[in-house]
């Protein structure tokens, strides 16, 4: 057994929120009672880590109350370290899942303007403690979108990130309702600069930065290997950037995704298997599972392509999970991708 010392460390910064969700696949002016659950974009790859045998470190805020407890007891509970996580303003964010099935689509809505991460301000969190000793950093564009003094400490934090020699990766997760597409690209592209890796699919390299892939129609569900290959060269091109990491989603209904990734080094272009996934249970956190994945291969020295197969089978088990965490071993990963995934029930 490897000495704790050697096990790979990650720091995630992001907002914490509740989770409503429906049951029984319900519709909001239905339901008479919702399921709550504790989760974040960053807070679902740092579960993933933790489940894979590394630590994660979580860097937030949440309010001085018993909803904000409630929320760091989540944390606590799927072995999150929660030390940075401040305890100040009046609310936790919070979104409404309503899970769709067939030809309805899933809906979120999101409740999180004024909460407690939006009250943090440069100073109450020393970076450089928190990053001393760590091998990797993560944020998601939903977290500079939250407020101007957000994405303020979203570059503090990257910067610090860099001096203490931390590989920083960024989700794009562009989201249209939190800010206009102009100062997500101003703020975004500014962000680059600190970025080693990024995630993110054709939708969202279209919209924030203007790099199309080729011959695809996403409503028809129709790929190109070809066209992403290009967005990712692009990627690798405009920024200065490790590797370009791109999730392709065949939405088919609902309930119904073809789901694999990709991503290029500079010098060759990784491909996974595609999984045919037809019976969605909960598709949120599918991206977070990926990332957490590809996290995962890299911190741990897998080769490329093994790499983006973990990730591609992380997040293809990730869909048959409730609730936002992909709470999956490393070792049943490794089972899929070794061409596992009948369904046998393991005794």
């Known amino acids: 057994m490897s000495n704790m010392t050697d096990v790979k460390k990650a720091v995630f910064f992001g907002e914490l929120m509740m989770r409503l969700a429906t049951r029984r696949y319900e519709r909001l002016v239905q339901a008479h009672e919702l399921e709550v659950d504790y989760t974040g974009a960053e807070a679902n790859v740092g579960v993933s880590l933790v489940n894979y045998g590394l630590q994660s470190y979580i860097v937030s805020a949440v309010p001085d109350s018993p909803v904000g407890q409630a929320c760091v007891n989540a944390m606590r509970q799927y072995g999150l370290n929660v030390d940075h996580v401040k305890r100040m303003g009046y609310r936790?964010?919070?979104?409404?899942?309503?899970?769709?099935?067939?030809?309805?689509?899933?809906?979120?809505?999101?409740?999180?303007?004024?909460?407690?991460?939006?009250?943090l301000r440069r100073g109450e969190i020393d970076w450089d403690e928190v990053m001393q000793g760590k091998d990797w950093f993560h944020f998601t564009g939903i977290t500079p979108a939250l407020a101007d003094s957000v994405a303020e400490l979203t570059g503090d934090a990257c910067a610090a990130a860099k001096r203490h020699g931390l590989t920083v990766s960024c989700d794009l997760n562009f989201r249209s309702k939190l800010w206009s597409l102009e100062k997500a690209q101003r703020v975004m592209t500014g962000l680059m600069s600190h970025v080693d890796v990024l995630f993110t699919n054709e939708e969202e390299a279209a919209?924030?930065?203007?790099?199309?892939?080729?011959?695809?129609?996403?409503?028809?569900?129709?790929?190109?290997?070809?066209?992403?290959?290009?967005?990712?060269?692009?990627?690798?091109?405009?920024?200065?950037?490790?590797?370009?990491?791109?999730?392709?989603?065949?939405?088919?209904?609902?309930?119904?995704?073809?789901?694999?990734?990709?991503?290029?080094?500079?010098?060759?272009f990784y491909h996974s298997r595609k999984y045919h996934i037809d019976h969605i249970v909960d598709r949120v956190g599918g991206g977070d599972a990926f990332s957490g994945g590809f996290i995962y291969g890299i911190l741990t020295g897998?080769?490329?392509?093994?790499?983006?197969?973990?990730?591609?089978?992380?997040?293809?088990?990730?869909?048959?999970?409730?609730?936002?965490?992909?709470?999956?071993?490393?070792?049943?990963?490794?089972?899929?991708?070794?061409?596992?995934?009948?369904?046998?029930?393991?005794?």
């Open 92 to 119: 936790l964010g919070i979104y409404f899942v309503e899970t769709g099935a067939a030809q309805r689509p899933s809906l979120f809505l999101y409740n999180r303007k004024g909460s407690a991460i939006t009250e």
């Open 207 to 268: 919209k924030v930065f203007g790099i199309h892939a080729r011959d695809t129609d996403i409503a028809s569900g129709k790929l190109s290997e070809e066209g992403y290959d290009d967005v990712a060269r692009q990627l690798l091109e405009r920024f200065s950037l490790r590797y370009a990491v791109i999730t392709l989603r065949e939405s088919l209904s609902a309930s119904v995704n073809n789901w694999s990734g990709m991503f290029y080094d500079g010098r060759q």
């Open 302 to 347: 897998m080769d490329p392509q093994d790499t983006v197969e973990f990730a591609a089978a992380a997040s293809c088990l990730k869909h048959t999970i409730q609730r936002d965490f992909n709470l999956v071993t490393r070792d049943e990963v490794m089972a899929l991708m070794r061409g596992g995934g009948s369904g046998r029930i393991q005794r």
